[in-house]
């Protein structure tokens, strides 16, 4: 159970245009979502947390115009990359916690996208 | 806010032998400490957790401990094999900030 699918894995694009990458949740509904951001050979950075029915909390230093963040239902969640910069090239996860599931569980991760600018 | 450092950065070492990542953490109040795998290209995975109210937990070939005195855990894979190869990640969270931060992560590769 709690399977987090993340849809594409891959994708490349033209500087300026946007992307956008989907999070769902499969077997469970996630009121809260987390998207990270990971740089080759490098940690997990947060970018935002992801509300149902609410706005977005976004981490400092994370630009909230460029990197949109929809959570329209309990079970998906959407990362927009606006006007994509070859420096947006990155790897994106989100990742969900079970359903009722506190603080002190542990977190199930898509399986990533892996961003491209050229 | 929370601060995890982990350490080594990389770490190498032939099948059979163990191996042993170290993370600090600086928020007293922290008292879930989960750690992940990740293999090149794919999703983080739990492969162990400790909450604060126990001292050391075993799985098989992995064992992790707490010293919550000295606020630092550490991850113990014995009898490594090449399919250990992969980045860990420890991590550690609290009541107060639910969402946990991230170590920077270790790479293991294991010699055949």
């Known amino acids: 159970g709690a399977v987090v699918s993340q849809h594409p894995s891959w994708v490349i694009c033209k500087s300026g245009t946007s992307v956008k990458i989907e999070c769902r949740s499969l077997d469970f509904q996630a009121t809260t979502m987390f998207w990270y951001r990971q740089f080759p050979k490098q940690s997990l950075m947060l970018m935002a947390t992801s509300n149902e029915g609410s706005k977005a909390t976004y981490e400092q230093g994370v630009e909230k115009d460029k990197f949109l963040i929809n959570h329209a239902s309990l079970t998906l969640s959407t990362l927009t990359v606006t006007s994509a910069h070859p420096e947006d090239s990155s790897f994106y996860i989100c990742?969900?916690?079970?359903?009722?599931?506190?603080?002190?569980?542990?977190?199930?991760f898509g399986n990533g996208t892996r961003l491209t600018v050229t | 806010g929370e601060n995890v450092e982990q350490h080594p950065s990389t770490l190498s070492v032939q099948e059979g032998d163990s191996a042993v990542i170290k993370c600090t953490y600086s928020d007293s109040a922290s008292n879930y400490f989960p750690w992940y795998k990740q293999e090149l290209g794919k999703r983080p995975q739990l492969i162990i957790d400790i909450r604060s109210n126990v001292g050391e937990k075993k799985d098989q070939r992995i064992a992790v401990t707490l010293n919550k005195t000295a606020k630092h855990f550490s991850l113990h894979i014995t009898e490594t094999q090449p399919e250990d190869s992969a980045v860990y990640f420890c991590?550690?969270?609290?009541?107060?900030?639910?969402?946990?931060?991230f170590g920077r992560g270790t790479s293991l590769i294991v010699h055949p």
């Open positions: 990742s969900a916690r079970s359903p009722g599931q506190p603080y002190n569980s542990p977190l199930h």
């Open positions: 991590a550690a969270s609290s009541g107060g900030s639910y969402i946990p931060t």
